[in-house]
């Protein structure tokens, strides 16, 4: 995904909770394990996925990083 126009800046967290979804949904994988696998509290991955709580940049990156790494 890259970002082509400013207006995509305001779906960005939608497009990442699709992303994640369409994962677990592929790999049967639980949000909890998930979480545990890429590094991030699963109470912090859930609040994100149930859209209560927002994600640092950072930390949506590093997910990325490490899906990419070990090919999750």
Not at 15 to 36: C, Q
Request: aromatic residues 2%; positive net charge.
């Amino acid at each position: 995904m890259k970002i082509k126009d400013i207006s995509e800046l305001s779906t960005i967290a939608d497009d990442v909770v699709a992303v994640i979804e369409k994962h677990l949904a592929k790999t049967g994988e639980t949000p909890t394990g998930f979480a545990n696998k890429v590094g991030v509290h699963p109470l912090q991955l859930l609040g994100f996925l149930r859209r209560e709580r927002g994600m640092h940049i950072d930390t949506i990156e590093r997910i990325g990083k490490r899906m990419k790494e070990s090919k999750v």
